[in-house]
């Protein structure tokens, strides 16, 4: 029988729903529904400030689709380039294998595109997409904490996770990284939700949650596991993430640059009064 420490969560598989002829897994159903969450409550925020709902759904599908490729080519690429030499036809599985940076960085490209071509303004907009995206990566981190898939390093902090050795060897308590960054996604919302209330420019929300998120992931990676069969991939000590949040960061700097340069104390407590001006 196996002894669970009593300083440590227990180790509970990620349930799943039976249809007969598939399952849903969980990790699938709360990625979806916190992107679904998110893109509502981005779009709640948008109406609420005086801009219309409509891009933000429309610039939804944009944001999955730029995601879902990104998400898996940066896997392919970055995590596991030795697939490519095996099947190179790989690259065109994206059901197999995904990274979030990856996800990150194609929905950056997809808004890149999708604000150029609708000649929208970008920063009203990047702030109701940061109240949506908050929550809504949390919400699907829960789902990789349930899947248990992002394991860490052995620790003796209370909100380790009692691993069993036919999960991963060495077993024992362990960091779970899905679990840490849920934490840091709740957080970052009830922060943003403070700083509306501040009065901020157009784009401080969106710099808030890309400079703040990319620093705190960068740390939380140097606790995943090093000593499991299939770790991360390193390239000079750094995973593939840590380089992702230099990236995320420079994103975050754009825009509080930017911001700066928006006239007048436009705030979300006058969106609704004023239209917003176009950058």
Known sequence: MMMIDPAAIPYIPAPSLDLGITKLQSWGLLVAAGFLFGAWFAARWAKRTGLSAKPVYDFAMWAFLGGFVGAHLVHVLAYEPEIIKKNPLALLYFWEGVSSF???LGAGIAAFIYFRISGLPFLPYSDAL????APGWAIGRIGCFLAHDHIGR?????LGIDFPAHVVSPPGIRHDLGLYDSLVSWTLFAVL???????PRYGVLGAILCSTYAIARFFLDYLRAVDIQNPDARY?????AQYGCFLLLFAGIGL???SRGVAGERSFSTWTHQQPPKH
């Open 130 to 133: 940061a109240l949506g995206m």
């Open 236 to 240: 000079f000590g750094l995973t593939p």
């Open 256 to 258: 509080f640059t930017k």
């Open 193 to 199: 939700l403070l700083v509306v209330s501040q009065k």
């Open 102 to 104: 990856g996800g990150f």
């Open 154 to 158: 052995s620790t003796q902090c209370w």
